[in-house]
């Protein structure tokens, strides 16, 4: 391709990079400033120079502007680590950066390091060997830095996955909503990106099998950076906790180890050795049952396990313990069971046909109507229309 043309795919990355930037600017200024604020800020910088990069390539421009050859060679071993402690971070606000995080850079640092010989080139050689590498003659350093980003990418994505799913679990333990402290939104995102370095690594095994592939992985990373620049910025739009980090009015706890936890809440691992009394137990239990019949508690639609405890005098790992053991149910599960056993009682009382499902619902303590939908489909095995048109009045 002549220098100064681009094609479509090309400028799709461009915009990408136009918005990545946008976002970061918007991140960065955003008061207070949060640590999971700065670090997608900076995953998105990493993705906005990735791609102006790829299209520097692709578009021929090296022998235009030779000083930037080589310059982000090790950009993409960024993306990876800072999409995970994003992800850390933002599921739990006591979480902030240690020494020992700085481990997840080190590869960067070292192809960073060893790619400093190349950066150092006159702009003549700086030509001279891109043009080599359109040959297909390629360095050690980008024969090594292309498998080693694909490794990354793919195991990145997994330990992102598997941290939102303990964070998923252990909310589910302390929260009876979970709309302004789960982090759906980005476990989506990050399947999707994963079935693109997936893919990638799919792409660079054909061709090291010289099977024909209709794109190259370059094409379709950039392609899932930028789709990724662009569902972070609708979810901002259409949930924007993201932004305004809701979570943080909230502390979430996370699983104890035997370790040090650097101050952070901890609740009990699930199994451990149980500290209460099998008489004790029953007791917690009964009063329990007697504070959400009495009371009604759970039409609090904000009520977390923290609360409920402090209610009943005791402490939140010994309910979870009676919950989890007694019970055999999560936080999340008990309350909104008690939800949606009072709506359908409502349903199919002689008034039930006045409310709206929503109006309900909501007086029952959910937060949102969508929830109310699942809780209830997952209690009963049918819609609430179904229920009331079956055993209503």
């Not at 220098?3 to 918007?26: C, S, T, Y």
């Not at 009063?287 to 609090?300: F, G």
Request: include cysteine.
């Amino acid at each position: 391709m002549s220098a100064g043309l681009l094609n479509w795919w090309q400028i799709i990355a461009l915009l990408g990079a136009a918005q990545g930037g946008i976002l970061a600017m918007a991140l960065v200024t955003k008061r207070p400033r949060r640590t999971p604020h700065l670090l997608l800020a900076a995953a998105a910088l990493a993705f906005v120079l990735h791609l102006v990069t790829v299209v520097y390539y692709s578009a021929n421009l090296v022998p235009r502007f030779p000083h930037f050859f080589g310059l982000t060679l090790a950009v993409p071993l960024l993306f990876g680590p800072l999409c995970y402690l994003y992800a850390v971070t933002a599921s739990d606000r006591a979480r902030r950066l240690r020494g020992r995080d700085l481990w997840h850079a080190l590869p960067f640092v070292a192809m960073l390091a060893w790619g400093l010989p190349v950066y150092l080139l006159p702009a003549a050689e700086k030509v001279a060997m891109f043009e080599a590498i359109r040959g297909g003659q390629l360095p050690i350093q980008s024969l090594v830095a292309g498998p080693l980003m694909l490794i990354s990418g793919v195991a990145y994505t997994a330990a992102t996955l598997l941290a939102l799913h303990r964070h998923q679990r252990v909310v589910a333990e302390n929260y009876s909503s979970l709309n302004r402290v789960n982090l759906t939104w980005l476990r989506g995102l990050t399947i999707a990106y994963g079935i693109i370095w997936v893919t990638a690594v799919g792409i660079e095994i054909a061709g090291s099998a010289r099977w024909m592939v209709p794109f190259d992985s370059d094409f379709l990373i950039a392609l899932g950076i930028t789709l990724v620049i662009y569902g972070i910025g609708y979810w901002g739009l259409r949930q924007p906790e993201i932004f305004r980090f809701a979570t943080a009015e909230h502390a979430i706890p996370v699983l104890a180890t035997s370790g040090a936890t650097d101050n952070v809440t901890t609740t009990a691992p699930r199994y451990e050795r149980s500290g209460l009394a099998p008489r004790e137990a029953e007791e917690l239990k009964a009063r329990l049952v007697a504070l959400m019949e009495r009371e009604h508690p759970y039409r609090q639609s904000e009520l977390t396990l923290g609360e409920l405890a402090e209610r009943l005098g005791t402490s939140p790992h010994r309910l979870s313990e009676v919950l989890n053991a007694q019970l055999a149910l999560s936080f999340y599960d008990f309350v909104n069971g008690y939800r949606v056993r009072e709506v359908q009682a409502r349903l199919v009382s002689p008034d039930g046909a006045r409310y709206t499902y929503l109006t309900l619902a909501l007086e029952a303590g959910f937060a949102s109507k969508s929830t109310f939908n699942a809780a209830f489909k997952k209690l009963t095995g049918m819609t609430p229309s179904a229920y009331r048109e079956r055993f209503g009045a």
